[in-house]
């Protein structure tokens, strides 16, 4: 994957820049190790569930969908956010999760009394989709969901979301270890503190 | 890299619980002075090189800190409502690995300055709360600051501000490259006459102490440091201890009692060990710093016949006056890129509101500096709480992330006896003890001061060019990670937990140094001023060793 070539490449460049200056560079070695970890073990993109059955996770996913969109850049579902959840609810949020189900199921038995036809929240139009979430966007099961995929989407791809970096490449984060000034467009040229006192 | 150890049957000169900013600094004070400490660690002891850039886990799964889950904690904001259980994120979060806060901390190291000692003196009485004077001045202190600066390692301009306390030597170190929020923030403050500096940081801008110098990541707040530029006690004096051969580090040993004898005086400590098998180590003398909501936790805990309302707690003051300081900020978009989320959080600071100000009309300062705040997953968190929550106007605010910076307020807290940490009497931790049940609400003087430097905040970034400039609603806090106050250090034993050498008042060979100590709350970034009173304190203390007053 480019962008773990490219964390790989500025890591190492950074390392060479630390050995040229200090006098004691400690634990590079190792850090290198954990973010090729890092980056192998994200490279597998597995689709599978293990917590969530397929017919909660299409509702959810439609959810996240809705929270962040496709458009001309990828969202949440590109990101794999329903895998990240699926993952938080059978491991690290486990004390989130059999309340998580119970709400889902309160979501679910909703749009089913205002769509009995409906398959899934997934089978419904967008436009439905995103009045039946405007009525809902305070209850529990909405802001457990939308928090869930905001970690999905942004945080590192180990936990199974945030797919080739697309939530990192939607806000503009690049993925490198380390940076050195300027930083962004108003550090350039900076003069100095003492000269830019005296300048105003 | 870890020094000698002892067995249980040894009764070692003094045992240390917890590791952290203070904790790892009394240490290294007392066995370079020949003296032998065993320190107790609740949390394990991790290699931060082999970290990595991880929000998820030290920001939302106690990665480093204490968790909802091993370490229940409630919340109310008043006695006479029920406490809730914490499900998502603790109400006190500490640093629970050898280290402790040291470790996640975001390394802003101002001092305190010399009114902040003796500020109920020249205001007066405020009613309704415990604001007193400090029973040592800054010119106390001063000497320690120094120390902290030069052993531990701060970059900083000394003489930058025109506001700042007298000092004896510069910085060791030169500020760390400007940031763009910083020039933004230098630009607009300027414009409005007011003086910004750079910031003091406990982060290395060169190579130090065999320490090397920041590589910019961009993610100190919250994490520890893989390269070991920002400075812990894990990774400065911790080591140094160890050095000396006589002091032993124990990790995941989680103290649960102190024990005291028939005469009053402190014997040991119990622990649980990994196992959770329960341990005992005997000390001659104990400090605690184990941080301003585990301390006093662990003195109520230890509650006896001898000491029915915990150890040390003749005045009641044992987990009250809790401070967390009062936070707000103004949040400004630009129009080009500043990527704030490269390099050290705060790079540029400004002291013109620090002191009261009875014209206001309300008690309180503080200090704005210029930073990102948050790393990408709670930036989504937080902009999705101020303004549109989700879909195509929330993904289009998203993008907005290098390009945005805030103005943060750091402000005074008032001593209010009602804020406070007690036992909660019906949850127990994972180990079965009592849970920390906390009650806080912020005096409206803090809230004012809050939103009145929020204000000027917004008009720095105003007078910068800002595009769009947004505040934030200033609401009572419900969670901080400054825990301050909650064994507070005084001349009167009626009116204090411990005396200016951090001797608690009732057990002669019983200390206390974290931020419990604290008489108030400063202006935010306290553990500079933490890491100053464990270096004094384990000066004293190890003077009273020597001289068999212990």
């Known amino acids: ?200 | 890299m870890s020094g000698r150890t002892f067995r249980e049957s040894d009764t070692v000169d003094f045992v240390i619980v917890g590791s952290g900013a203070a904790g790892g600094v009394v240490a290294r004070e007392l066995a370079q002075r020949g003296l032998t400490v065993v320190v107790l660690e609740q949390g394990p002891r991790i290699a931060p090189q082999a970290r990595m850039h991880d929000e998820l886990k030290d920001w939302y799964l106690g990665g480093i800190t204490n968790d909802v889950v091993k370490n229940p904690q409630t919340f109310r904001n008043a006695a006479d409502k029920d406490a809730e259980l914490q499900k998502f994120k603790p109400a006190l979060w500490y640093g629970r690995a050898v280290g402790g806060g040291s470790l996640h901390y975001t390394a802003n190291f101002w001092r305190l300055h010399e009114i902040d000692f003796v500020e109920r003196s020249a205001l007066g009485a405020i009613p309704g709360t415990g604001f007193a004077d400090w029973p040592i001045t800054y010119a106390d202190l001063e000497p320690y600051y120094t120390k902290v600066e030069w052993e531990i390692g701060v970059s900083g301009l000394a003489g930058a501000s025109p506001f700042d306390p007298p000092r004896t030597r510069p910085y060791p170190m030169p500020p760390l490259p400007v940031k763009s929020s910083g020039v933004l923030f230098e630009r607009g403050a300027r414009k409005l006459g007011l003086h910004p500096f750079p910031a003091p940081m406990a982060i290395n801008s060169q190579p130090y102490r065999g320490r090397a110098s920041c590589v910019h990541c961009g993610f100190c707040h919250g994490l520890p440091c893989e390269v070991l530029a920002k400075a812990s006690t894990l990774t400065t004096v911790i080591p140094e201890a160890e050095a000396t051969g006589r002091c032993e580090v124990r990790a995941e040993s989680y103290v649960c009692r102190i024990e005291v004898s028939k005469q009053g005086r402190v014997t040991g400590v119990s622990y649980f060990d990994r196992e959770r098998r329960e341990r005992l180590q005997r000390a001659r003398a104990v400090v605690v710093s184990a941080n301003g909501a585990e301390t006093p936790r662990l003195l109520l805990m230890s509650a006896s016949s001898q000491f029915p309302d915990g150890l040390a707690n003749s005045s009641g003051l044992v987990g009250k006056y809790l401070m967390f300081n009062c936070v707000s900020r103004a949040v400004g978009v630009f129009e080009h890129e500043l990527n704030e989320y490269k390099s050290v959080q705060v790079t540029r600071v400004l002291h013109d509101f620090y002191d009261s100000d009875p014209k206001r009309g309300f008690y309180g300062g503080g200090g704005l500096d210029a930073r990102l705040g948050p790393q990408p997953t709670t930036w989504a968190i937080r902009t999705a709480t101020e303004g549109p929550a989700w879909g195509s106007a929330f993904k289009e605010r998203l993008k907005e992330f290098p390009r945005t910076m805030q103005v943060a307020a750091h402000c005074t807290s008032l001593a209010v006896e009602s804020n406070n940490i007690t036992l909660d009497p019906n949850l127990k931790d994972a180990w079965g003890l009592p849970a920390i049940r906390v009650t806080y609400k912020d005096h409206p003087d803090d809230l004012s001061t809050a939103r009145f430097l929020q204000d000027r905040g917004a008009e720095v970034l105003e007078a910068a060019g800002a595009l769009r400039v947004t505040k934030a609603p200033v609401t009572e806090q419900t969670s901080s990670v400054h825990l301050l106050g909650t064994c507070r250090m005084g001349n009167q034993p009626k009116t204090s937990v411990i005396d200016r050498f951090h001797r608690s008042h009732d057990v002669p060979n019983l200390f206390i140094c974290d931020g419990s100590s604290l008489v108030t709350s400063g202006r935010g970034q306290p553990t500079m001023t933490i890491q100053a009173l464990a270096f004094r304190a384990g000066e004293h203390i190890a003077a009273f060793a020597r001289r068999g007053e212990i």
């Open chain 1, 1 to 200: 994957m480019d962008s773990a070539n490219l964390s790989r490449r500025s890591l190492l460049q950074a390392i060479a820049a630390v050995m040229a200056t200090a006098t004691a560079p400690v634990g590079w070695a190792q850090v290198a190790l954990a973010f090729d970890q890092a980056h192998a073990a994200h490279g597998s993109g597995e689709r599978r569930l293990s917590w969530l059955k397929e017919t909660e996770a299409a509702d959810i996913e439609a959810v996240a969908a809705q929270i962040i969109p496709t458009d001309d850049s990828p969202g949440a579902q590109e990101a794999g956010v329903v895998y990240f959840i699926d993952r938080a609810l059978g491991t690290f949020f486990s004390q989130l999760a059999s309340d998580y189900r119970a709400q889902l199921a309160v979501f679910r038995a909703g749009y089913l009394a205002r769509y009995p036809t409906a398959r899934s929240f997934a089978s419904l139009t967008s436009e439905q989709q995103v009045e039946l979430l405007k009525r809902v966007d305070h209850t529990p099961f909405f802001t457990t969901t939308h928090l869930l995929t905001l970690l999905g989407m942004f945080t590192l791809p180990v936990y199974g979301g945030n797919r080739d970096n697309v939530g990192w490449k939607l806000i503009g984060f690049e993925d490198t270890h380390a940076f050195y000034p300027p930083f962004g467009y108003y550090d350039r040229d900076y003069p100095g503190f003492i000269e830019s006192a005296r300048i105003k």
